[in-house]
Protein backbone atom coordinates (compact mmCIF):
# COMPACT_ATOMS: atom_id res chain seq x y z
CA UNK A 1 0.00 0.00 0.00
CA UNK A 2 1.58 3.52 -0.55
CA UNK A 3 0.45 6.25 1.29
CA UNK A 4 0.29 9.67 -0.74
CA UNK A 5 -0.20 13.11 0.95
CA UNK A 6 0.09 16.21 -1.33
CA UNK A 7 0.54 20.19 0.05
CA UNK A 8 1.74 23.30 -1.30
CA UNK A 9 -1.77 24.91 -2.34
CA UNK A 10 -3.67 27.37 -2.22
CA UNK A 11 -4.78 30.87 -2.96
CA UNK A 12 -2.88 33.32 -5.86
CA UNK A 13 -3.56 35.68 -8.50
CA UNK A 14 -3.33 35.31 -12.05
CA UNK A 15 0.13 35.21 -12.97
CA UNK A 16 1.48 33.80 -9.52
CA UNK A 17 2.85 30.91 -9.23
CA UNK A 18 3.36 28.02 -6.61
CA UNK A 19 5.17 25.62 -5.84
CA UNK A 20 3.11 21.28 -4.72
CA UNK A 21 4.62 18.46 -2.45
CA UNK A 22 4.08 14.97 -2.81
CA UNK A 23 5.40 12.79 0.38
CA UNK A 24 4.79 9.01 -1.00
CA UNK A 25 5.40 6.76 1.46
CA UNK A 26 4.92 2.79 1.92
CA UNK A 27 5.93 1.07 -0.84
CA UNK A 28 6.64 3.75 -2.69
CA UNK A 29 9.66 1.91 -4.89
CA UNK A 30 7.28 0.50 -6.77
CA UNK A 31 6.08 2.83 -8.56
CA UNK A 32 7.82 4.09 -11.96
CA UNK A 33 6.00 7.13 -13.34
CA UNK A 34 4.83 9.50 -10.84
CA UNK A 35 2.16 11.83 -11.69
CA UNK A 36 -0.02 14.85 -10.99
CA UNK A 37 -3.49 15.32 -11.24
CA UNK A 38 -6.71 17.86 -10.77
CA UNK A 39 -9.76 17.80 -11.01
CA UNK A 40 -11.32 21.14 -11.82
CA UNK A 41 -15.05 21.90 -10.72
CA UNK A 42 -17.28 20.18 -12.78
CA UNK A 43 -14.84 18.19 -14.16
CA UNK A 44 -13.11 14.66 -15.05
CA UNK A 45 -9.99 14.35 -13.09
CA UNK A 46 -6.55 14.92 -15.71
CA UNK A 47 -3.25 13.98 -15.61
CA UNK A 48 -1.57 17.05 -16.23
CA UNK A 49 2.66 15.57 -15.61
CA UNK A 50 4.36 12.75 -15.28
CA UNK A 51 8.02 11.89 -14.35
CA UNK A 52 9.67 8.26 -14.13
CA UNK A 53 12.47 7.36 -12.18
CA UNK A 54 14.94 8.52 -14.53
CA UNK A 55 13.41 11.65 -14.97
CA UNK A 56 12.11 11.96 -18.24
CA UNK A 57 8.99 14.26 -18.20
CA UNK A 58 5.91 14.92 -19.97
CA UNK A 59 2.95 17.45 -19.51
CA UNK A 60 -0.19 18.46 -20.77
CA UNK A 61 -0.51 20.93 -23.56
CA UNK A 62 -2.34 23.29 -21.30
CA UNK A 63 0.30 23.68 -18.69
CA UNK A 64 3.59 22.72 -20.81
CA UNK A 65 6.02 25.33 -20.77
CA UNK A 66 4.16 26.92 -17.12
CA UNK A 67 4.81 23.50 -14.87
CA UNK A 68 7.89 22.00 -14.25
CA UNK A 69 7.75 18.63 -12.42
CA UNK A 70 10.38 17.19 -10.70
CA UNK A 71 11.02 14.59 -8.33
CA UNK A 72 13.35 13.73 -5.64
CA UNK A 73 13.77 9.58 -4.87
CA UNK A 74 15.81 9.91 -2.05
CA UNK A 75 13.08 11.48 0.13
CA UNK A 76 10.55 9.93 -2.21
CA UNK A 77 9.08 13.42 -2.82
CA UNK A 78 7.53 14.30 -6.04
CA UNK A 79 6.64 18.62 -6.99
CA UNK A 80 5.14 20.56 -8.91
CA UNK A 81 6.21 24.17 -9.97
CA UNK A 82 3.74 26.08 -11.31
CA UNK A 83 4.20 29.49 -12.77
CA UNK A 84 2.41 31.85 -14.75
CA UNK A 85 -1.14 30.91 -12.91
CA UNK A 86 -4.25 31.07 -14.92
CA UNK A 87 -7.81 30.73 -13.36
CA UNK A 88 -8.27 28.15 -15.07
CA UNK A 89 -5.88 25.99 -13.08
CA UNK A 90 -8.01 26.08 -10.24
CA UNK A 91 -8.82 22.70 -9.15
CA UNK A 92 -7.52 20.20 -6.34
CA UNK A 93 -4.25 19.09 -7.32
CA UNK A 94 -3.12 15.44 -6.73
CA UNK A 95 -0.15 13.12 -7.08
CA UNK A 96 -0.63 9.13 -8.18
CA UNK A 97 1.21 7.06 -10.04
CA UNK A 98 0.89 6.83 -13.81
CA UNK A 99 -1.20 4.68 -14.44
CA UNK A 100 -2.74 5.80 -10.83
CA UNK A 101 -3.02 3.17 -8.02
CA UNK A 102 -6.69 3.50 -6.82
CA UNK A 103 -6.42 2.76 -3.46
CA UNK A 104 -3.52 5.85 -2.92
CA UNK A 105 -5.65 8.63 -3.67
CA UNK A 106 -4.79 11.32 -1.06
CA UNK A 107 -6.79 14.67 -0.17
CA UNK A 108 -5.38 16.60 -2.66
CA UNK A 109 -4.50 19.96 -2.30
CA UNK A 110 -6.59 23.44 -3.24
CA UNK A 111 -5.03 25.51 -6.03
CA UNK A 112 -7.29 28.70 -6.71
CA UNK A 113 -6.19 31.21 -9.03
CA UNK A 114 -8.59 34.12 -8.77
CA UNK A 115 -7.80 38.09 -8.38
Known amino acids: QVQLVESGGGLVQPGGSLRLSCAAS????????MGWYRQAPGKQRELVAT???????NYADSVKGRFTISRDNTENTVYLRMNSLKPEDTGVYYC?????????WGQGTQVTVSS
Open 51 to 57: INRGGYT
Open 26 to 33: GSSFMIVT
Open 96 to 104: NADPPLIRS
